[in-house]
């Protein structure tokens, strides 16, 4: 089965931005839809982009459109989300999640079998 490996998390400013990355090991990514949710305590885990198995179709979320861009690098075996003009709001725990099934993109957690562990972003205003 795949692992999964984020990075990129940290503090920043609001307005700044972060890319974050999704490194992919035991199995190719390209076998995978992929997507990112994002999580704060005391909350549920919630969708924030998706991406097909050949980086053809993404989905976002309302609350990122126009702000974050989720691209993958089947080569490099690995999935980026990048965030433009950050918000307090979107402080949370981000996670990577690959979903085998072809031709589906889904963005419920609980379709997505397999998730990394985590990176953490802060904005502060």
């Known amino acids: 089965q795949v692992q999964l490996v984020e990075s990129g998390g940290g503090l920043v400013q609001a307005g700044d931005s972060l890319r974050l990355s999704c490194a992919a090991s035991?199995?190719?990514?390209?076998?995978?839809?992929m997507a990112w949710f994002r999580q704060v305590p005391g909350k549920e885990r919630e969708f924030v982009a998706a991406?097909?198995?050949?980086?053809?179709?993404?989905i976002y979320a309302d609350s990122v459109k126009g702000r974050f861009t989720i691209s993958r690098d089947n080569a490099e075996n690995t999935v980026y989300l990048q965030m433009n003009s950050l918000k307090p709001e979107d402080t949370a725990v981000y996670y990577c999640?690959?979903?085998?099934?072809?031709?589906?993109?889904?963005?419920?957690?609980?379709?997505?079998?397999?998730w990394g562990k985590g990176t953490l972003v802060t904005v502060s205003s």
């Open positions: 999640a690959a979903d085998p099934r072809w031709g589906v993109v889904a963005t419920m957690p609980r379709d997505m079998p397999y």
């Open positions: 035991g199995r190719t990514l390209s076998n995978y839809a």
């Open positions: 991406i097909s198995w050949g980086g053809g179709r993404t």
